[in-house]
Nanobody, 115 residues
């Protein structure tokens, strides 16, 4: 069982920055690949960024160059640094861990970017 708790969302003006955090339970955190997804009403959840256990990262084209995913294994935490935010980044952001055939999700954190 993996528990995930996101934080750091909020309201920011266009061009601003936010840093999201995802705190995870489990003594084997270091082996997790961790994803950040986002979702807006009426749309499917969109994969935003991934970090593997080996610290390889990948990003959706829409956020490349603006968002950075990182992890701190000592704190069992993954971060999503979001810079140059745009109104279209407005969404609920979710942390996700696929592990041993199961999918674990956090409760989500709202990010709202005003124009």
């Amino acid at each position: 069982q993996v528990q995930l708790v996101e934080s750091g969302g909020g309201l920011v003006q266009s061009g601003g920055s936010l840093r999201l955090s995802c705190a995870a339970s489990g003594s084997i955190f270091r082996i997790y690949a961790i994803n950040w997804y986002r979702q807006t009403p009426g749309k499917q959840r969109e994969l935003v960024a991934t970090i593997t256990s080996g610290d390889s990262t990948s990003y959706a084209d829409s956020v490349k160059g603006r968002f950075t995913i990182s992890r701190d294994n000592a704190k069992n935490t993954v971060y999503l640094q979001m810079n140059s935010l745009k109104p279209e980044d407005t969404a609920v952001y979710y942390c996700h861990v696929p592990l041993y055939g199961e999918d674990y999700w956090g409760q989500g954190t709202q990010v709202t970017v005003s124009s």
